[in-house]
């Protein structure tokens, strides 16, 4: 006769129901949801691209710079991207109403630009490094240092680092 | 009143038809509800069969390729129309008598095996073979079902019958019989006749652990699966009408006695809870059985036990 | 007319149609239908096992190559009026199994599609409020 136990108890506990979505429902802290992307502290080292494994993360070259593009209807929400970032410039949040109706279907994507710069020294385009970059850490530059390289291409930033790291070793031993 | 249009009356609004209708359905509801909360779910709104009958109707019916389609089409409304004439067949105590030319024990039982024939034919008409798995199910179930009601039946009708062992068929006489004599509730040579009708109740009204015809997770439905729109909406009726008859039936048979004053429609209302209640609680604390093991069970205890009360009704007269 | 589409609004059946799916969205299904956490009857709502019961199509899974044409001949024999969910990201653009030569693409392009949940998979409660918007379109096709 245990049951009668069982269903007597349940009639006195009353239901144990979520209320959503009559009512509010709890959402847990550390819960992986809606993809953020923060692009002034992106470098685009492409590796969320490369550990996506939906294939929603996309760069695209354009003339006003980097285009970043998450399409949240082929992402897993497995949170490796924000795992492997270096800059935390993508996070997840936890929103996870995401339902939507189907002409919303390629309207769930988050954008990002890395803006476009040119180059101080000789005029290229390139695309802009973020300003939170750590870079720039072997040889412990200034600030005006970092600043100066920051506004360089690649080119020009590699010919740069090499003299300031030049002129820094100066005193040493050959 | 002249008679034909008080027979239409009692099969079209009371009891039979709407009221027969709207107190099946709202017994399905709680039903639905009380399962719900011994399961601490909150379940749906009490009043969701009868929203379930309205959505049914805006559907669109279909008829499958491989079926017999005027049969397909014609039983939903057999089975019904069945249903809503035996409402109008059992007296409820105190309010309503049927008149003696609507049918007696008899007709009862046998508008009461329509139902289960037309879900057979219906799973053999639907051409598909989940269909058929139901119509042989069925067909093995109400095998083992019917057997003890027909003894049931025939023990109520030598126990209230007159007394040189005249059996009466008349359910109007059982209820007057019981009302000056006292309830069958009370008297033992009936109890294993009660306990023989509680284990019909399950089995005719399909629910667990009776309810192998109709197997939502085994045969996708059974015979009702290829049915959709207005057609499931009148088997819908169908089972909530053999509900309501089923249960009238059973207060009829065991414990008619009322108050001569109108509450006795809400007295014939409350004594129908219980027996609601012990199949819900039934339905939500138990498996299902598997055909042959329902069959068995029905060969045995539920037969032995009528067949023990017919035995001594007929020494006892 | 009107008080008869909005009473039978309130009584929309389930289907489950799995075109594939690694059957996690179809954990989280059935735990949004039969666990008492997240009672899905609330909103009148009941899973049917036969296709010509149901209202609301719930469909997981990428179209594989093997069961597509049965998946496309089972949402023909389902009655009007429907409406579609496609649950989980597969059925939406293909999931993580989008490039693969077995799956036949995003379900949009052979099926007419309502509402999407994303989600790998996607949390009962994200579900529940695809089903709640299902509900909204389907009682406009009434």
């Known amino acids: 006769m245990g049951f009668l136990r069982v269903l007597i108890r349940n009639l006195l506990a009353g239901p144990s129901t979520d209320p959503f979505p009559f009512g509010e429902t709890f959402t847990p802290k550390a819960l992986r949801g809606r993809v953020v992307y923060d692009a002034s502290r992106c470098t685009s080292c492409r590796a969320c691209e490369q550990v996506c494994i939906g294939g929603a993360i996309r760069f695209d070259n354009t003339p006003e710079g980097r285009r970043f593009l998450l399409w949240h209807n082929t992402c897993t929400f497995c949170g490796l991207c924000a795992f492997y970032c270096p800059q935390d410039a993508i996070t997840m949040t936890t929103d996870w109403h ?15 630009l890395i803006p476009a710069a040119k180059c101080v020294a000789c005029g290229a385009d390139y ?17 005006e240092e970092v600043e100066s390289l920051r506004q360089c291409c690649p080119r020009c930033r590699r010919k740069q680092a090499a003299e300031i790291a030049a002129a820094k070793t100066k005193g040493l031993p050959s | 009143m002249p008679e034909s249009l008080a027979l239409l009356l009692s099969v079209a609004i009371f009891p039979g038809g709407v009221f027969a209708l709207g107190l099946g359905l709202g017994l399905k509801g709680i039903d639905r509800r009380v399962a719900a909360r011994l399961q601490r779910r909150v379940g749906p709104p009490l009043l969701q069969p009868f929203f379930d009958l309205i959505k049914l109707s805006r559907k669109q019916t279909t008829v499958p390729d491989t079926s017999c389609r005027p049969l397909f089409l014609a039983l939903p409304p057999v089975g019904a129309a069945s249903m809503l004439l035996a409402a109008a067949l059992v007296p409820i105590p105190g309010i309503y008598a049927p008149d003696p030319m609507l049918g007696d024990m008899l007709v009862l039982f046998y508008l009461l095996v329509v139902p289960g024939m037309v879900l057979m034919l219906a799973g053999s008409a639907s051409g598909s073979p989940f269909g058929a798995i139901g119509f042989s199910r069925e067909m093995m179930l109400m095998l083992a079902y019917e057997t003890p009601i027909v003894l049931v039946l025939v023990t109520a ?39 023989a009708f509680a284990a019909f109740l399950p089995a005719n009204l399909g629910t667990i652990p009776f309810d192998t015809p109709e197997a939502e997770t085994e045969v996708l439905d059974g015979p009702l699966l290829e049915y959709s729109g207005a057609a499931l909406g009148l088997f819908k009726a169908m089972s909530a009408l053999k509900a309501v008859v089923v249960l009238n039936l059973g207060v009829c048979l065991f414990f008619p006695t009322a108050p001569a004053n109108p509450s006795a429609l809400l007295v014939h209302l409350v004594k129908l809870l219980p027996m609601a209640a012990g199949v819900t609680v039934l339905r939500v604390s138990m498996g299902r059985m598997r055909v042959d093991q329902a069959f068995r069970f029905f060969f045995k205890w539920p037969l032995a036990l009528a067949a023990a009360s017919v035995t001594a009704a007929i020494l006892s007269r | 007319m009107s008080l008869i589409r909005t009473l039978s609004s309130r009584s929309p059946w389930l289907y489950r149609i799995n075109a594939g799916s690694c059957n996690g969205c179809d954990v989280e299904l059935a735990t949004t239908a039969c666990i008492p956490r997240y009672d899905v009857e609330r909103l009148g709502c009941q899973y049917c096992g036969s296709p010509r019961h149901a209202d609301i199509v719930l469909i997981t899974g990428p179209l594989t190559a093997r069961v597509k044409d049965k998946v496309l001949r089972l949402f023909a024999e389902i009655p009007e009026p429907k409406v579609t969910v496609a649950v989980g990201i597969c059925p939406i653009s293909g999931g993580i199994f989008r490039e693969s030569y077995a799956v036949c693409g995003p379900i949009d392009h052979y099926l007419p599609v309502d509402v999407n949940v994303p989600g790998c998979p996607p949390r009962p409660q994200a579900i529940l409020e695809g089903v709640a918007k299902a509900i909204e379109i389907w009682k406009s096709r009434l």
């Open chain 1, 127 to 143: 695309v802009a490094v973020a300003p939170t970059a750590k870079a720039f850490a072997g040889y412990a530059p200034s600030a």
């Open chain 1, 98 to 112: 995401l339902s939507h109706a189907q002409e919303d279907k390629f309207k769930m994507v988050e954008h990002g």
């Open chain 2, 157 to 195: 009708g030598i126990r209230a019958g007159g007394g040189d062992g005249a059996i009466t068929l008349s359910l109007t006489e059982i209820m007057h019989h019981q009302q000056t004599h006292g309830a069958f509730l009370f008297d033992p040579v009936m109890w294993p006749a009660l306990l």
